[in-house]
């Protein structure tokens, strides 16, 4: 039997703007097994965003369980929010998000500065997977020295530095040019095919393509195609 | 995990250069104000030793007396008369037994000349005693004696800044003009600290019984220096000495005493309240002023947070705990006030010699100068830091995604 990674269960998410409060998630059920490639896929203020923000524990649902490798998490505090991102999330994001002042290492490494301890160990692995990326040449660059294809490697190296069981990507080729894309697209299909679990969203079909299981979005809920 | 600290620091210190101008002004904005606090508290400390030492130097000591004539407050002009107080009182305090020594004079100010030169300045009539009342002796030549008070000898030992004063070399033996009569030079006094404006080696003793009949004609003192034996109760000697001079002057019941009695505790304590006040006024307004800096500090965080937000966000994304975040601003602005602490420990220090070539107060170094800096650094600095921290450690890393 195949374990479930990811369970959600009714969940749903209202935010207020002003006086307006606008329902973004209308109860979504989603089941995520380990080793799967899911692409969620959805036009602007479909609520991807905020889905793909439930699921990496960086917000709470308003009603609704989630049980993210066999642990009930909607209700834990931030602090054990963010022990458990650190743990088992990884995520890479449109707009890299890479720390301006730090090195293509430094950045990998930054997980793990919010960790009890930091072991030689680890700088070999950032330096192993690096190379792994085709980094190996820019591991002192700044990430204003790296073109966005390298920094977005360099991203995916700081997501799989904690050794995660699930990889949270948010467009992560929106920022890229077409070869690029293809290139950080490849990085993904090998990691899943390794046995990391990848939820993607994304509103380019070439992209969740690579994918092996495609869900819509559209107002707040899942739709068939 | 000593490695993962280092990395920690590391981080924070690149974020911190990162805004080198922002970085700047929270140093520049703690370091002055520091600089005022320290300079403040230093000179204050270099004016209460100078008193003390001032004070000690006179051996004004715990066992002695200073009765003045005329009544009124410690520092200011007499309200009574004051050609009340005369040798007989004199006499009768010797009588005294815890009274070990009595040295009065005649003093005013007059015209002293020497050749070209002509100078308003303190002269005193005294007894040889008074060598020993003072703690006072000639560093060249000799004082008066015996013999001088006898013949009414119109011989003076000069203060020792005296010389200098007047312009010239003067040599023992030369004669300086007082008050229209010329006197002979027989010693200098050794030099004196002086505090404020009243300059103790500006000043001209010849005998008292030349100053009484030749040159002021008065028949009452205007002080006289007590020494008490040792283990004096000084508060039951001065009780006894009003009681006697009251007598004496015939004062009763409310009339106000026309003597003041001068105790080392009253005049400690009347220079450094003086002291004492002006520095706690301006102490106020260096802590104002770090207040002000801390308000800067605290503005300029909030900017720094602003423009990082997103870079916070990903920190607490990738799994910093608020309290983590918390540490980070906090280490941050502990940096910063330990290198203001320091720069500002360094240039008080600096401003202190400054200071010293145009003031008569002298620099003085103390750790707990420095102690004051890096404390009220760390505190001003941490204290004002913490509100922006708890903001940056509440910033929602959701804002990550808020790009489509």
């Known amino acids: 039997m195949v374990e479930k990674l990811v369970i959600l269960r009714g969940i749903t998410k209202t935010y207020k703007t002003g006086n307006v409060a606008s329902q973004i998630l209308k109860g979504i059920d989603l089941e995520v097994e380990e080793k799967e490639f899911l692409a969620i896929m959805g036009v602007s203020g479909s609520g991807k965003s905020t889905l793909l ?8 649902p308003d009603s609704g369980t989630y049980i993210l490798d066999g642990q009930e998490v909607s209700k834990l505090s931030k602090n054990e929010l963010a022990y458990i991102r650190n743990r088992k999330i990884g995520f890479v994001f449109q707009a890299f998000h890479l720390v301006p002042w730090a090195t293509a290492l430094e950045n990998v490494l930054m997980p793990l500065l919010y960790r009890g301890s930091f072991k030689k160990e680890d700088e070999d692995r950032a330096l192993q997977l690096l190379t792994r990326l085709g980094l190996e040449k820019r591991i002192n660059a700044k990430p204003s020295e790296l073109s966005g294809g390298e920094q977005q490697r360099v991203a995916i190296a700081r997501a799989l530095i904690t050794k995660p069981k699930l990889l949270l990507a948010d467009e992560p080729t929106g920022n890229l040019d077409s070869k690029s894309s293809q290139e950080v697209m490849k990085i993904f299909k090998e990691l899943n095919e390794e046995g990391l679990t990848i939820i993607m969203v994304t509103h380019d079909p070439e992209i969740a393509k690579f994918a092996q299981k495609i869900k819509i979005i559209k107002d707040g809920v899942f739709v068939e195609r | 995990m000593k490695n993962s600290f280092f990395q920690f620091l590391k981080d924070i210190l690149k974020e911190l250069f990162s805004n080198k101008v922002n970085f700047f002004f929270m140093f520049l ?10 300079t403040i508290y230093s000179l204050g400390l270099s004016a209460k030793k100078q008193v003390l030492d001032s004070l000690a130097s006179v051996q004004f000591g715990k066992d002695a007396m200073l ?3 005329g009544g009124g407050r410690i520092i200011g002009l007499t309200t009574t008369r004051t050609d009340t107080l005369t040798l007989e009182d004199v006499k009768e305090l010797e009588k005294l037994d815890f009274v070990k020594l009595a040295s009065p004079m005649v003093r005013g100010t007059l015209e002293v000349s020497y050749k070209d030169f002509a100078e308003k300045i303190r002269v005193e009539g005294v007894f040889p005693n008074y060598t020993v009342a003072n703690n006072w002796y000639p560093k060249i030549g000799r004082f008066i004696d015996e013999r001088d008070l006898k013949t009414m000898a119109k011989v003076c030992v000069l203060g020792a800044d005296i010389p200098e004063k007047l312009n010239k070399k003067i040599v023992l033996g030369e004669k300086i003009k007082i008050a229209g009569e010329y006197f002979e ?16 080696d500006e ?33 039951l000697a001065e009780k006894k000495i009003r009681e006697i001079l009251r007598k004496r002057h015939n004062l009763y019941g409310i009339d106000p005493d026309d003597f003041r009695l001068i105790t080392p505790e009253l005049a400690i304590s009347v220079f450094t309240k003086t002291l004492r006040t002006i520095n706690m006024f301006l102490l106020v307004i260096a802590l104002i002023s770090l207040v002000i800096s801390g308000v800067i500090i605290m503005n300029l965080m909030y900017a720094n947070i602003e423009e990082k937000a997103p870079i916070i966000a990903l920190r607490i994304a990738i799994g910093a705990s608020p309290r983590k975040i918390i540490e980070h601003y906090l280490i941050m602005s502990f940096f910063i006030a330990s290198i203001s602490g320091f720069a500002g420990w360094i240039l008080s220090l600096i401003l202190m010699e400054i200071i010293s070539f145009f003031t008569p107060l002298k620099p003085i170094f103390s750790w707990w100068v420095f102690l004051l800096s890096f404390s009220f650094a760390s505190f001003t600095a941490i204290s004002f830091t913490l509100i922006p921290a708890i903001k940056a450690s509440q910033i929602e890393p959701a804002i990550l995604l808020k790009s489509l």
Do not use: C, M, W
């Not at chain 2, 030079?185 to 103790?200: A, N, Q, T």
């Not at chain 2, 009452?220 to 283990?231: G, M, N, P, Q, R």
């Open chain 2, 29 to 38: 904005a703690l370091t002055i104000s520091l600089i005022a606090l320290n």
């Open chain 1, 53 to 60: 923000n439930i699921i990496g524990l960086l917000d709470k």
């Open chain 2, 203 to 235: 000043r001209v003793i010849i005998p008292f019984t030349t100053a009484q009949r030749r040159v002021f004609n008065k028949d009452y003192i205007d002080a006289v220096k007590l020494l008490f034996k040792e283990e004096t109760d000084i508060k």
């Open chain 2, 185 to 200: 030079i027989i010693g200098v006094l050794e030099p004196k600290p002086s505090y404020g404006h009243f300059r103790r």
């Open chain 2, 67 to 69: 009765i003045i004539a």
